[in-house]
């Protein structure tokens, strides 16, 4: 009985596949027929621009870098291109193939109806989106706000209603400075430069529960950050959620005299509860969102009073879309903006856009020294201007449509995608899993 | 190694594979429980006592356990549910039996035996090389000299008994100079409150000792208001231990809700190695370590460390250290010296099938607690 029918469900459905249609076979009794995508319900509202292309591309700056760039590339049948960033570390690959599994979505689309195919891409997905799917969809999000400026006229920032401030985008720089004279050093380039604040990490790794030894290491490098510092330069301290709950709010208790801009994932990020203990312990900002996907994904540590400061990523949360949304949210709450940014140059840029339209904006990263490196050569080889480098402390904005840059293809082929690599691993003197 | 000898070496594992493969489907068909034996033993000196219970299959393999005290009714109403039962079924224990513990830390002894494989092995380990311990201290002068002598790199302390409810200054500064002691000693230590402090006293003890970071502040009171302990742990960023009066896995769930908890302390006698795993799982949730309570015999030890190699979130494993030699010596004779050895602060894992322990049955004779 069960056999018969199977064989009447599979013969329609095999006939549909020779014609060339996509319904799927329906073995399980749930699949929909699928309506072709754009139908006839925008007929007369559409821009008359539509999608004719989808590329993507694996951009490694060394053969074996862990961090693989995912850039997106989407064409239109009027010459108008847009690009965006989906670069997600250790999972370049299947970034890669998440954004061509949404081909079908995009091609012959009009690219000026972000918000719908947006909502397409996450909704019809069914799955909702973990970190793969928001980092396809923030790349290709990216893209289409590149085209929409392009087809407009306007950069990206104003079709958000910015600039808030003119001067540009207030950012900080990552430092490894920890001893007292390279502190020194750096105190002297900053003010040099008009850099207003750094970010460092926390050293070392942490155990569940942590010894008296380990807990006063970690709070003397912080106490010699702000000393070597100085009073007026901000200092953010990236826990990295190395620390669990436990060790973590005895940290945070005890650096709270040194005004710590804020301290970023003092616990990992699944548990809202778990940080929010953490944050009931002390009045420094507590700082989070680079893992989360998606507004829904910061819902809760955002209505919970849990964190002063968001740092969702344009790059996993969904975009330019993904971000305005969340940052909508955390300013409803008086959360401030602190987004996350250290992976490739496009993500960079649209970032700045979504920032200089934000009311609740704080503080932008860049996972870059305060020296340029060669990385920042390299970026300013392909676009023609130094990417993500800060003039008197911000970044600046320009005034060209879309993402304001031009990027060719033959720029990035002298980086050839090198292939996926895991990320680095940390164990225990036990050798046990240590988070990093 | 060349490419063919890798190759050959390859089908030989497969084989060898196979062959294990047939050896357990067969041995598994003779799985039934035919035994199930409890053995009382007392320490003859502290006066530590647990049960050992000896589970025999159809086979004829044994495997060990330990639990608190039982009594004929409860070996009774185990017999009644386990015999004829497969011993791999360990999964199905109803929880509520103060056998519970013991039964199913030997019916993974014995299939760990039938696989010819350590415990932590079958379940998905190691997930580390050594388990780290701590050890109690009985009086902080000489105890603590024992514990440090005897490898151990942490110590539990016990607060100073209260001489009534709402302790004052005095006992602040008497607690003071109890945990500095502790510190010019060993680094690192556990304050033991065992409920023997009001959540208020708790409260204030937690706060004046947070800076001196001890590993965590074990059982600062007892268990009863759920927001009373919260007020504890909002009061103070010292971590808090919790476990000896816990007999459901629900409430180590009400207590992390609350914030409350860090670190579960699950009784390895009363929850076993596969309802401690649970708990364990549970605690992973909200970024908690897990360090099991064991204040039984060394067979328990082999079971928590094979615990410990189980899980991510292990933290560190109380391992009884008797004052007297005598005491001492019972345990090393009853499953072998070097279970117990601990080093530079960590347990080795244990070697061998199942437990990894071979028990001397003259031994649960000899120290037979009537």
Same mark, same amino acid.
């Given at each position: 009985?069960?056999?018969?029918?199977?064989?009447?469900?599979?013969?329609?459905?095999?006939?549909?596949?020779?014609?060339?249609?996509?319904?799927p076979a329906d073995l399980c009794g749930c699949a929909l027929a699928p309506q072709?995508?754009?139908?006839?319900?925008?007929?007369?509202?559409?821009?008359?621009?539509?999608?004719?292309?989808?590329?993507?591309?694996?951009?490694?700056?060394?053969?074996?870098?862990?961090?693989?760039?995912?850039?997106?590339?989407?064409?239109?049948?009027?010459?108008?291109?847009?690009?965006?960033?989906?670069?997600?570390?250790?999972?370049?690959?299947?970034?890669?193939?998440?954004?061509?599994?949404?081909?079908?979505?995009?091609?012959?689309?009009?690219?000026?109806?972000?918000?719908?195919?947006?909502? +397409?891409?996450?909704?019809? +997905?069914?799955?909702?989106?973990?970190?793969?799917?928001?980092?396809?969809?923030?790349?290709?999000?990216?893209?289409?706000?590149?085209?929409?400026?392009?087809?407009?006229?306007?950069?990206?920032?104003?079709?958000?209603?910015?600039?808030?401030?003119?001067?540009?985008?207030?950012?900080?720089?990552?430092?490894?400075?920890?001893?007292?004279?390279?502190?020194?050093?750096?105190?002297?380039?900053?003010?040099?430069?008009?850099?207003?604040?750094?970010?460092?990490?926390?050293?070392?790794?942490?155990?569940?529960?942590?010894?008296?030894?380990?807990?006063?290491?970690?709070?003397?490098?912080?106490?010699?950050?702000?000393?070597?510092?100085?009073?007026?330069?901000?200092?953010?301290?990236?826990?990295?959620?190395?620390?669990?709950?436990?060790?973590?709010?005895?940290?945070?208790?005890?650096?709270?005299?040194?005004?710590?801009?804020?301290?970023?994932?003092?616990?990992?990020?699944?548990?809202?509860?778990?940080?929010?203990?953490?944050?009931?312990?002390?009045?420094?900002?507590?700082?989070?969102?680079?893992?989360?996907?998606?507004?829904?994904?910061?819902?809760?540590?955002?209505?919970?009073?849990?964190i002063d400061i968001l740092q969702t990523d344009i790059n996993h949360v969904g975009?330019?879309?993904?971000?305005?949304?969340?940052? +909508?949210?955390?300013?409803?709450?008086?959360? +401030?903006?602190?987004?996350?940014?250290?992976?490739?140059?496009?993500?960079?840029?649209?970032?700045?856009?979504?920032?200089?339209?934000?009311?609740?904006?704080?503080?932008?990263?860049?996972?870059?020294?305060?020296?340029?490196?060669?990385?920042?050569?390299?970026?300013?080889?392909?676009?023609?201007?130094?990417?993500?480098?800060?003039?008197?402390?911000?970044?600046?904005?320009?005034?060209?449509?879309?993402?304001?840059?031009?990027?060719?293809?033959?720029?990035?082929?002298?980086?050839?995608?090198?292939?996926?690599?895991?990320?680095?691993?940390?164990?225990?003197?036990?050798?046990?899993?240590?988070?990093? | 190694?060349?490419?063919?000898?890798?190759?050959?070496?390859?089908?030989?594992?497969?084989?060898?594979?196979?062959?294990?493969?047939?050896?357990?489907?067969?041995?598994?068909?003779?799985?039934?429980?035919?035994?199930?034996?409890?053995?009382?033993?007392?320490?003859?000196?502290?006066?530590?006592?647990?049960?050992?219970?000896?589970?025999?299959?159809?086979?004829?393999?044994?495997?060990?356990?330990?639990?608190?005290?039982?009594?004929?009714?409860?070996?009774?109403?185990?017999?009644?549910?386990?015999?004829?039962?497969?011993?791999?079924?360990?999964?199905?224990?109803?929880?509520?039996?103060?056998?519970?513990?013991?039964?199913?830390?030997?019916?993974?002894?014995?299939?760990?035996?039938?696989?010819?494989?350590?415990?932590?092995?079958?379940?998905?380990?190691?997930?580390?090389?050594?388990?780290?311990?701590?050890?109690?201290?009985?009086?902080?002068?000489?105890?603590?000299?024992?514990?440090?002598?005897?490898?151990?790199?942490?110590?539990?302390?016990?607060?100073?008994?209260?001489?009534?409810?709402?302790?004052?200054?005095?006992?602040?500064?008497?607690?003071?100079?109890?945990?500095?002691?502790?510190?010019?000693?060993?680094?690192?230590?556990?304050?033991?409150?065992?409920?023997?402090?009001?959540?208020?006293?708790?409260?204030?003890?937690?706060?004046?000792?947070?800076?001196?970071?001890?590993?965590?502040?074990?059982?600062?009171?007892?268990?009863?208001?759920?927001?009373?302990?919260?007020?504890?742990?909002?009061?103070?960023?010292?971590?808090?231990?919790?476990?000896?009066?816990?007999?459901?896995?629900?409430?180590?769930?009400?207590?992390?809700?609350?914030?409350?908890?860090?670190?579960?302390?699950?009784?390895?006698?009363?929850?076993?190695?596969?309802?401690?795993?649970?708990?364990?799982?549970?605690?992973?949730?909200?970024?908690?370590?897990?360090?099991?309570?064991?204040?039984?015999?060394?067979?328990?030890?082999?079971?928590?460390?094979?615990?410990?190699?189980?899980?991510?979130?292990?933290?560190?494993?109380?391992?009884?250290?008797?004052?007297?030699?005598?005491?001492?010596?019972?345990?090393?004779?009853?499953?072998?010296?070097?279970?117990?050895?601990?080093?530079?602060?960590?347990?080795?894992?244990?070697?061998?099938?199942?437990?990894?322990?071979?028990v001397n049955e003259a031994v649960l004779e000899k120290y037979h607690a009537a």
């Amino acid at each position: 009985m069960q056999r018969r029918g199977f064989l009447a469900l599979g013969g329609p459905g095999l006939a549909w596949a020779a014609r060339g249609g996509r319904r799927p076979a329906d073995l399980c009794g749930c699949a929909l027929a699928p309506q072709p995508a754009g139908s006839n319900a925008f007929e007369g509202l559409r821009s008359g621009v539509a999608i004719s292309g989808l590329k993507v591309f694996g951009v490694s700056l060394t053969r074996d870098s862990d961090r693989p760039y995912v850039f997106v590339k989407i064409e239109t049948d009027q010459g108008v291109v847009g690009w965006g960033e989906g670069t997600l570390e250790g999972k370049a690959g299947a970034v890669m193939a998440c954004v061509n599994d949404f081909r079908d979505f995009l091609i012959g689309a009009d690219p000026m109806q972000v918000e719908h195919l947006w909502q +397409s891409m996450y909704v019809q +997905s069914f799955y909702r989106a973990g970190p793969v799917m928001g980092s396809a969809i923030s790349g290709i999000d990216q893209a289409l706000w590149d085209i929409r400026g392009k087809v407009l006229g306007m950069p990206v920032y104003k079709l958000l209603g910015g600039p808030i401030d003119a001067r540009g985008v207030r950012g900080y720089y990552h430092t490894n400075a920890s001893t007292r004279d390279e502190l020194a050093k750096l105190r002297e380039t900053a003010i040099q430069q008009g850099v207003s604040c750094f970010k460092a990490g926390i050293p070392g790794y942490y155990e569940w529960i942590e010894t008296n030894a380990k807990i006063r290491r970690a709070v003397a490098s912080l106490q010699t950050m702000r000393e070597g510092l100085g009073p007026d330069i901000d200092i953010a301290i990236d826990f990295h959620a190395k620390t669990s709950p436990s060790v973590a709010q005895i940290l945070v208790k005890e650096v709270e005299p040194l005004n710590l801009l804020f301290i970023e994932e003092p616990c990992p990020p699944e548990n809202v509860a778990a940080m929010a203990r953490i944050a009931r312990h002390s009045t420094t900002p507590i700082a989070t969102g680079e893992r989360l996907v998606a507004s829904y994904g910061c819902r809760e540590l955002i209505e919970m009073g849990v964190i002063d400061i968001l740092q969702t990523d344009i790059n996993h949360v969904g975009g330019i879309t993904g971000l305005w949304k969340a940052a +909508s949210l955390a300013g409803i709450s008086g959360v +401030s903006m602190a987004p996350h940014a250290c992976e490739g140059p496009i993500g960079g840029l649209a970032t700045l856009h979504v920032d200089a339209a934000l009311p609740n904006f704080l503080v932008q990263e860049i996972c870059g020294q305060v020296r340029p490196s060669a990385q920042d050569k390299i970026w300013e080889e392909w676009f023609g201007f130094p990417a993500m480098r800060m003039v008197d402390g911000r970044f600046p904005l320009r005034d060209r449509p879309g993402l304001g840059f031009e990027l060719s293809e033959a720029s990035l082929a002298k980086y050839p995608f090198g292939g996926t690599r895991p990320m680095a691993r940390a164990f225990h003197e036990d050798g046990s899993v240590a988070e990093w | 190694m060349s490419m063919v000898t890798a190759h050959r070496r390859a089908r030989l594992e497969s084989f060898l594979a196979a062959q294990v493969a047939v050896a357990v489907s067969a041995q598994t068909a003779n799985l039934e429980i035919d035994e199930l034996r409890l053995y009382p033993v007392r320490e003859p000196v502290s006066g530590r006592a647990w049960t050992v219970v000896r589970v025999g299959t159809r086979s004829g393999l044994a495997g060990y356990g330990e639990c608190a005290h039982a009594s004929s009714d409860d070996l009774a109403a185990a017999q009644r549910f386990w015999l004829a039962r497969p011993a791999t079924s360990y999964a199905s224990a109803p929880a509520d039996s103060p056998l519970a513990g013991a039964i199913d830390m030997a019916l993974l002894d014995i299939v760990g035996k039938v696989a010819k494989a350590p415990v932590y092995r079958l379940l998905g380990g190691p997930t580390r090389s050594k388990a780290r311990a701590f050890a109690s201290a009985e009086g902080v002068g000489a105890g603590v000299k024992r514990a440090i002598e005897a490898g151990y790199r942490a110590v539990g302390v016990r607060v100073p008994a209260p001489a009534a409810r709402n302790q004052g200054q005095a006992y602040q500064v008497e607690l003071r100079k109890l945990v500095e002691t502790v510190r010019s000693q060993a680094a690192d230590f556990v304050l033991e409150g065992e409920g023997l402090l009001t959540p208020g006293d708790a409260a204030s003890v937690a706060a004046a000792i947070q800076s001196l970071h001890p590993l965590w502040f074990d059982e600062p009171t007892t268990i009863g208001s759920l927001e009373t302990l919260r007020k504890i742990a909002d009061e103070s960023v010292a971590p808090l231990g919790f476990g000896r009066d816990i007999r459901h896995a629900g409430v180590f769930q009400d207590l992390l809700r609350a914030g409350s908890l860090d670190v579960a302390r699950p009784d390895i006698l009363h929850f076993g190695i596969t309802g401690s795993r649970r708990i364990a799982a549970l605690a992973e949730t909200y970024y908690v370590a897990v360090a099991p309570r064991h204040e039984g015999g060394p067979i328990a030890t082999a079971a928590a460390l094979h615990l410990a190699a189980s899980l991510p979130n292990f933290f560190i494993q109380h391992i009884p250290l008797p004052a007297a030699a005598e005491d001492r010596a019972m345990r090393a004779q009853l499953a072998g010296g070097d279970l117990e050895r601990v080093k530079d602060g960590f347990a080795s894992l244990p070697n061998g099938p199942g437990l990894g322990v071979t028990v001397n049955e003259a031994v649960l004779e000899k120290y037979h607690a009537a």
